[in-house]
C-alpha cells in the first residue's frame, strides 16, 4: 500500500477512468477499500472519479477498531461461530464423517 501511496504521490493525474475499464467489475469493490485505506492511513483524498459506495468508511471503521481494540476484537471474534448456527443446526451430525470418509476414497 505503501508504494500506490507514493505512486499516487508522484504521479498526480493518474487516470481514473482509464484504470477502471481494465479492471474487472469485482475489482472495483476491492479497489475502493484500497482508496479508503489509502485515505484514512496516509491522508491521500479519494479520486471523484470513482464512485464511492455507501457504508465504505463505516465497514472500514469497524475493521479497524477490531484489529486495534481488544475489546471489539473479543466481542466481534465469536461473531461468525454464531452465524453459522443455522447451518449447523440443518447439517447432520454423520455428514462430516460421510465426507472425510469420502476423501480417503472409502465407501461410506
Same mark, same amino acid.
Given at each position: 500500500?505503501?508504494?500506490?501511496? *507514493?505512486?499516487?504521490?508522484?504521479?498526480?493525474?493518474?487516470?481514473w477512468?482509464?484504470?477502471?475499464?481494465?479492471?474487472?467489475?469485482?475489482?472495483h469493490?476491492?479497489?475502493?477499500?484500497?482508496?479508503?485505506?489509502?485515505?484514512? %492511513?496516509?491522508? *491521500?483524498a479519494?479520486?471523484?472519479e470513482?464512485?464511492?459506495?455507501?457504508?465504505?468508511?463505516?465497514r472500514? *471503521?469497524?475493521v479497524?477498531?477490531?484489529?486495534?481494540?481488544?475489546? %471489539?476484537?473479543?466481542?466481534?471474534?465469536?461473531?461468525?461461530?454464531?452465524?453459522?448456527?443455522?447451518?449447523?443446526?440443518?447439517?447432520?451430525? %454423520?455428514?462430516?464423517?460421510?465426507?472425510?470418509?469420502? %476423501?480417503?476414497?472409502?465407501?461410506?
Amino acid at each position: 500500500m505503501l508504494e500506490f501511496v *507514493q505512486l499516487r504521490a508522484y504521479y498526480n493525474g493518474l487516470d481514473w477512468p482509464g484504470l477502471l475499464t481494465r479492471l474487472d467489475p469485482e475489482s472495483h469493490r476491492a479497489l475502493g477499500y484500497y482508496l479508503t485505506a489509502a485515505e484514512r %492511513w496516509f491522508g *491521500q483524498a479519494y479520486p471523484s472519479e470513482i464512485k464511492r459506495e455507501v457504508g465504505f468508511d463505516l465497514r472500514f *471503521q469497524v475493521v479497524e477498531r477490531v484489529l486495534t481494540k481488544t475489546s %471489539w476484537h473479543r466481542l466481534l471474534t465469536p461473531l461468525h461461530r454464531i452465524m453459522n448456527i443455522p447451518r449447523r443446526l440443518l447439517t447432520p451430525t %454423520w455428514y462430516p464423517m460421510k465426507i472425510k470418509a469420502l %476423501w480417503r476414497g472409502e465407501p461410506f
